[in-house]
Every structure is written in structure tokens, then in C-alpha cells.
């Protein structure tokens, strides 16, 4: 298993969810087959992203386009007179103000320092980043183009691995205190424990699942043992290649929104791809660029396995927790199947043992 998975079904699902995202909020259709109550996002229609807009000052000029996005709400906005921005709404309940200001004061750090991300505007009689519309929080980005990049040409790997380090540079100097950490509790056990209180796990699968998700935890915790203390640091913490968009210049780093305190092999493993072999050489080109910043510790190659388990437990906690809202169903239908579980568990199998092999040899 590797992030080909997630690449996979994100394209897959890109479609279903940029329509989703588009049909419940923007329009604020009702799903009849829902007896629950309304989403927070349903209140969130074409009228009020222009009104929030307009009560920071910005004139919208009625475009709007839903970008992809599943854990928040998008949009490319037409400006009266001046170029298209992008908002943000944010999902409620998720982060705390101080958290995302914390995520904002992070990107700012960045930016300052000339590396490639988009931090949030400031803007307002206040000059704040973050604002607050009926109910809803949300921050201003400049709109910023690109392609996909091409990660496998050893130069592009390289290249990129030069960026994070210089991230990684700055996201040492000083820790999160709002934003938790990536590791065993936050990925692993509580998500765990979520799904089996949950109704999610159908009956006949539950006894199973526990049972490989704990000998999978095990098996993380022994990766962490095999690699000692490691330093913490912030982190963008979802920097796989749909995060990065590529241009003549060189990479440009997205949507921090998941940036959290962990190890910096966090940044580094989701770039790999393929069989063990292509990720041994991917790894090396990587680190070819990422050492001319930073000093990599091999330690760290113990986790990569590990990590990748634990957002595999993490991943599915997340589209449960995230049911209620209408686009979810629509872009992930195989989601709560007798299929889909069994198919995590033969995965958590999988990484069970792939856990026990040695580390990339590099």
C-alpha cells in the first residue's frame, strides 16, 4: 500500500465531490433522503460567500467556482476590477481560532523567508486573517496557478526535497501550542476507538477489524521504538503531490490546513509511490535536495510504514466523522460497504507486515 491509494480515489471521487460541494451548499438544495438536520454547510449559498466577502471589503462580481475540496468549502471568486481570489470557509468545529492563526502565523513565517506558499491575506479595518460571517469563519488567498508535478523525474523529487527542508528549517524554530501532533494517540488509537463505538463497522466485520487494528497499532508502536526520540516539528503535514502545484519556478506549496506538530519524515514519505524499489530511488532523490538545508536523520525511516498505517486508520475515522455532510456520500459511495471494510483490513494486514521489514535503504 502506498499513496497511490489516496491519489487513486481522490481522482476518482473529484468529480462527484466538486458537485456535491457545489449542489448542497451553493444552492442549498435539501437531500429528501436525510432526516437529519441540516449541515451547517447548507446555510453556505451564493448570497453569503459574497456577502462575507463584502464585509471584508472585497466587491465579488457574482463568478464563483467550487474548488476541490472535501474537508472545507472552496471557491475561486471574481473581483470587481481586479483578479479572482480564492476562499475559504472553514469547517465548524474543526480547528479553534487560535489554531488556524496559528496555521496563518506558520505561512506568513514561510512567505517572509521567499519559500513558495500562499498565506492568507490581511485585510479588513483590522488587517486580520482570519474573518467571521454568520456563523462562519473564513480567509482570503491569492489565487495561484500550476500543474501537477511530474515525480518521477529524479529533478523534480529533488527539487522539492530543497522547499520542504526550507520548511522544515523554519518549522523548527518555535512548536505548535494550539495545533495537536501527528502520532500514535491522534492518528491511531482515538480514531480506532471512534470506529468501534461507531455503527460504521458492519457486525460481522467489527470483531475482525479490532482485532488486525490493534495488532496494526503494535506494530507502529514498535516502528517508533525502533526509532528512538525524534525531534517534532511543524509541519505542513499533508504534502503530497495534489498539494504541490508546479510551475516554471518550481513547486508551490498548498492548503496548510493540516499542518500539525510531527516528524519531518511526515512531509517526505507521502511522495513516494510504486514498489519498494521505486521508492528507495524516489527517497534519494528527495534527500538529495532536502540534506542541502536540512541533516536527515535515518532513524526517521523507521516510520514511514508506520505513518502510513496510521493515515490509513486515520483516513477512514475521518470519512465517518464526516457522513453527515452531503457531499461525503456523494463522493464516496464504496464508504461504509461490506466491501470497503473488508478491504481495510486486508490492508492493515498488509502494512502489518510490511512494518516488520527493514527500513528504505538509503
Known amino acids: ?137 473564513f480567509a482570503v488567498f491569492t489565487r495561484h496557478g500550476g500543474r501537477a508535478p511530474e515525480l518521477s523525474d529524479p529533478s523534480v523529487l529533488e527539487w522539492t526535497g530543497r522547499f520542504i527542508a526550507r520548511i522544515h528549517a523554519v518549522g523548527a524554530i518555535k512548536p505548535y501550542l494550539q495545533r495537536p501532533a501527528i502520532d500514535i494517540a491522534t492518528f491511531g488509537v482515538e480514531p480506532c476507538e471512534f470506529l468501534q463505538g461507531s455503527q460504521f463497522i458492519p457486525a460481522d466485520l467489527r470483531a475482525a477489524y479490532a482485532s488486525v487494528a490493534a495488532q496494526a497499532l503494535d506494530g507502529v508502536r514498535r516502528s517508533y521504538e525502533r526509532a528512538g526520540e525524534l525531534p517534532q516539528l511543524r509541519l505542513h503535514g499533508d504534502c503530497h503531490g495534489g498539494n504541490v502545484l508546479w510551475t516554471d519556478a518550481g513547486p508551490h506549496f498548498v492548503d496548510f490546513d493540516d499542518s500539525r506538530m510531527g516528524p519531518a519524515i511526515q512531509d517526505l514519505w507521502m511522495m513516494l509511490s510504486g514498489e519498494r524499489t521505486d521508492q528507495v530511488r524516489q527517497m534519494c532523490d528527495i534527500l538529495a535536495g532536502y540534506e542541502d538545508f536540512c541533516e536527515f536523520d535515518p532513524r526517521q525511516l523507521h516510520l514511514v510504514e508506520a505513518l502510513r498505517t496510521l493515515r490509513l486508520i486515520h483516513y477512514s475515522a475521518w470519512l465517518a466523522r464526516r457522513w453527515d455532510d452531503p457531499a461525503f456520500p456523494v463522493a464516496f459511495p464504496w464508504f461504509n460497504t461490506q466491501r470497503y471494510w473488508q478491504d481495510r483490513i486486508l490492508e492493515l494486514k498488509e502494512q502489518i507486515s510490511l512494518m516488520d521489514e527493514p527500513p528504505l535503504p538509503i
Open 1 to 137: 500500500m502506498n499513496q497511490d491509494h489516496f491519489d487513486d480515489e481522490a481522482e476518482d471521487a473529484r468529480a462527484a465531490a466538486l458537485a456535491a460541494s457545489m449542489a448542497d451548499p451553493l444552492t442549498g438544495a435539501a437531500d429528501s433522503q436525510q432526516e437529519q438536520a441540516p449541515h451547517p454547510y447548507s446555510a453556505l449559498n451564493p448570497e453569503c460567500v459574497l456577502d462575507a466577502l463584502d464585509s471584508i471589503g472585497l466587491r465579488g462580481d457574482g463568478r464563483l467556482l467550487g474548488l476541490n475540496s472535501y474537508e472545507n468549502r472552496v471557491y475561486q471568486v471574481g473581483i470587481e476590477d481586479d483578479k479572482p481570489l480564492v476562499v475559504k470557509f472553514y469547517r465548524p468545529g474543526r480547528w479553534s481560532d487560535a489554531a488556524i492563526l496559528e496555521e496563518h502565523a506558520f505561512t506568513d513565517e514561510l512567505a517572509a523567508r521567499e519559500i513558495p506558499v500562499v498565506p492568507a491575506l490581511a485585510l479588513g479595518p483590522d488587517r486580520a486573517t482570519l474573518h467571521h460571517f454568520n456563523g462562519f469563519r
